[in-house]
């Protein structure tokens, strides 16, 4: 059964600081790997996708890296803005013993971070 | 082009009582996901519903039960409530049955059961 564990849980850091939030994972045999950001109360909105043959994607200030051999990736925001303020979900497809055909995601629990001005 | 759509927005009802939950599909998208997701928790997969057939389960009982309709929209009814189904119920679309592909989720529909 694959199982995805976010650390930390909740973070809290200057405006304008670098930070990085981490996910593991404990079957690498994924399909790929979604970084979500949701708002109190509110929908989850994709913020990067990684394929399962690819190492990294950046959008803007973020950048997430995928390493599937051990079961990790990261979530890097640059220079950190109270808009950032949110819970970020880490979820993967596949890796499920028997293989699945279909995309089930399997989620985190979060982190939940504040940046204050 | 639309994003997801979920219906209602906040419903309470009480132990026992049924409800429907709607979702329609981002333009597009033939693939319907739905996650139930507790409070403080990660979303938790519930099925999956691909051109109108069941595509996958999680593990919830079977009086979680869903419709997908050809228009690609797609239902989520849950009968003999339980104080536990309290939660915020996500739908997401895709586009085809593959597992590469990004997922697009809605609002969300809040439920409360008293």
């Known amino acids: 059964k694959q199982e995805v564990t976010q650390i930390p849980a909740a973070l809290s850091v200057p405006e304008g600081e670098n930070l990085v939030l981490n996910c593991s994972f404990t079957?690498?045999?994924?399909?790929?790997l979604q970084w979500f950001r949701q708002d109190p109360g509110k929908g989850l909105t994709s913020l990067l996708l990684i394929q399962s043959s690819q190492r990294e994607q950046t959008s803007g200030r973020l950048n997430a890296s995928l390493d599937k051999s051990s079961g990790r990736s990261t979530l890097y925001i640059a220079a950190s803005q109270p808009g950032d303020s949110a819970t970020y979900l880490c979820a993967v497809i596949g890796g499920n013993a028997g293989g699945t055909s279909y995309g089930k995601l399997t989620f985190g629990q979060g982190t939940i971070l504040t940046v204050h001005p | 082009e639309t994003g997801v759509t979920q219906s209602p927005t906040h419903l309470i009802k009480t132990r026992g009582q049924q409800v429907t939950l709607r979702c329609s599909s981002q333009?597009?998208?033939?693939?319907v996901s739905w996650y139930q997701q507790a409070l403080g928790q990660g979303p938790q997969f519930i099925f999956q519903?691909?051109?109108?057939?069941?595509?996958g389960r999680g593990n919830f009982p079977p009086r979680f039960s869903g419709l997908q309709f050809p228009n690609y929209s797609s239902e989520l009814n849950v009968n003999a409530l339980e104080l536990d189904d309290s939660a915020l119920y996500l739908c997401?679309?895709?586009?085809?049955?593959?597992?590469?592909?990004?997922?697009?989720f809605g609002p969300g529909t809040r439920l409360t059961v008293l």
């Open positions: 079957d690498s045999a994924i399909y790929n």
């Open positions: 333009s597009g998208h033939n693939t």
């Open positions: 997401a679309s895709s586009s085809g049955q593959g597992s590469y592909n990004e997922q697009f």
């Open positions: 519903y691909y051109r109108e057939e069941e595509n």
